[in-house]
């Protein structure tokens, strides 16, 4: 509460120097973005700063362009082995970190053991180690085939090994475009350009971020006290006077979990309970899947800024449109009446005893997720389901989400967060497999995409894990989800600042609107 009331001081705050004219005035070469996205830990790669979004300050060894493909970036070549086992890469030559030392392997190889042995919240599991062959060349050993594990190519900023250590991520170190010139937080970053940076970086020399409110962010376009501000579905329809709408695609998707066991009074880790009566019948999860307009969802909840979802990675190349169901409301009675469940007397079906009832947790901060829980909520009615749209602290949903369906977002560029969501074995992992849904032959085919030569050999059987025409975890499956939408990322931009085309982005985490902000311009005279 605390804190709530003092990042509510510093919007106010900021709010008046913005709208008294003391910002940053629109130039050729300075920037002030409100975008939000400050992270909560500080700007560390090997704590998860950079996972969804490019890193900023740091390098990768890999990225992606506007089609998502793959581009090289501290590597010059990369290739694995016939065992799939070791991945072996050499490195840009003459690269220099924004203090002036130089990049070579052993920072590559520090990176990736750290984060490793720090538990870091990109995925390297399977990583037996990493070594230095020479000053540009580094090889990676995995414990088992992994081909996911590339994700770290894309999304790992590498860290300088002589200087890496407590206080970094305040004061982060790295080979990227950009460097850390302040921090207040809860308020603002500034940020330069990295002189050392090898690549392009684009006209503009100072970028000022500022982390204020979404009402704040709002006045202070209309102000024109800002070049590009983040805006929500319910304000996206008007841009102020100078601005142009950006509409980003994305697959910052939205969904219900199902926990998928019967409440049999199991707990887990601190108590947490497991199962629920309910939604461990596959007929509830089916009819739920069948009886969603997620039209509706898109035009009441995000007023149409987005798309229908049909899965965890809409559009994406692992993803099996094959495995969507069509909404049809009647197949849905169909299926609970066919399942034994029977409308009572207030219209909510009953078997054995039970009512179809139960709530969808939503945190209780997030308006775009209220919306979408109380029109499913009112969709399923009218199929005999009692769903309350209920908000919750992040704590208490950490506390509920094994036992309860919750409304989770996600959303990224690899397969292998379609691969935490649903391979049983993560069951219970911090948020990961939250309904502990498991699957051997969905967990077979996992194995076998992991296994794969390469990233594109995977693609044929990861969408065989969400369908295989006879089961997989998708809504023709087992229905261990209900998807619901993916958001449009919608910014206003300002007329003369030019940004190229948009990735389809990820999860809302971070900055992904910077993925490539070197190629911005500045387009007025």
């Known amino acids: 509460m605390i804190k709530a009331i003092h990042r509510a001081a510093v919007s106010a705050a900021l709010a008046a120097m913005l709208l008294s004219g003391t910002a940053l ?3 050729k ?26 890193p900023l300050f740091q390098s990768t060894l890999l990225t992606r362009d506007a089609e998502l493909k793959t581009k090289p970036d501290l590597a010059t070549e990369w290739s694995l082995s016939a065992d799939r086992l070791t991945w072996t890469i050499k490195l840009r030559p003459g690269t220099k970190f924004s203090d002036g030392s130089p990049l070579t392997a052993d920072d590559v190889a520090f ?32 414990k088992k085939p992994w081909i996911t594990f590339t994700e770290n190519f894309y999304a790992l900023g590498i860290v300088p090994s002589d200087s890496y250590g407590e206080g970094y991520a305040r004061n982060p170190v790295g080979s990227g475009p950009y460097k850390l010139v302040s921090w207040t937080e809860g308020q603002q970053l500034i940020v330069e350009k990295n002189p050392n940076y090898y690549g392009e970086t684009g006209p503009f020399e100072r970028i000022t971020f500022l982390f204020t409110e979404e009402d704040t962010s709002l006045a202070a376009a209309q102000a024109g006290q800002v070049h590009m501000v983040s805006v929500p579905a319910t304000a996206a329809d008007v841009a102020p006077q100078g601005f142009k709408q950006v509409v980003a695609q994305s697959v910052d998707n939205r969904g219900i979990v199902f926990p998928m066991a019967k409440d049999e009074g199991k707990t887990v880790g601190e108590g947490k309970k497991i199962g629920n009566t309910v939604t461990s019948d596959p007929a509830i999860r089916r009819a739920i899947n069948l009886g969603i307009d997620r039209n509706q969802l898109v035009d009441v909840a ?20 094959d495995a969507a169901l069509t909404f049809d409301p009647e197949q849905a009675k169909q299926v609970l009446q066919d399942a034994g469940w029977v409308p009572g007397n207030d219209g909510i079906c009953v078997k054995d005893g039970v009512r179809a009832a139960f709530p969808i947790n939503y945190p209780a901060s997030d308006s775009t997720r209220r919306a979408l829980a109380e029109t499913v909520s009112a969709q399923v009615r009218a199929l005999g389901i009692e769903a309350a749209a209920t908000g919750k602290s992040w704590d208490e949903i950490g506390r509920i989400m094994h036992s309860e369906p919750v409304l989770f977002g ?27 849904y498991s699957n051997p032959v969905v967990d077979q085919h996992f194995a076998a995409a992991q296994a794969a030569e390469s990233l594109e050999a995977s693609f044929a059987s990861w969408r065989q894990a969400e369908w295989d025409g006879t089961t997989g975890f998708g809504a023709k499956g087992d229905a261990a989800w209900a998807w619901l939408v993916n958001l449009d990322h919608v910014y206003y931009v300002n007329e003369c600042l030019g940004i190229g085309p948009t990735q389809i982005e990820p999860h809302g985490h971070g900055w992904p609107i910077t993925a490539m902000i070197q190629n911005w311009k500045w387009t007025c005279e």
């Not at 070469?29 to 969804?52: C, F, M, N, S």
């Not at 995000?302 to 449109?321: C, I, K, Q």
């Open 25 to 27: 005035a629109a130039t």
């Open 29 to 54: 070469t300075q920037l002030v973005l409100a975008i939000g996205g400050e992270p909560e830990g500080g700007y560390d790669p090997l704590t998860g700063w950079g996972r969804y979004g490019h």
């Open 111 to 142: 990176t990736f053991n750290e984060a490793a042995k720090i538990g870091s919240a990109v995925d390297l599991t399977a990583l037996d180690s990493a070594r230095a062959i020479d000053d540009q060349t580094v090889e990676i050993k995995l």
């Open 302 to 321: 995000l007023l149409g800024h987005g798309s229908p979802a049909s899965g965890p990675a809409d559009g994406l190349p692992w993803s099996n449109p």
């Open 410 to 436: 996600w959303g990224s560029h690899s397969p292998l967060e379609v691969y935490n969501l649903y391979q049983s074995g993560l069951g219970g992992i911090e948020f990961y497999n939250a309904g502990f």
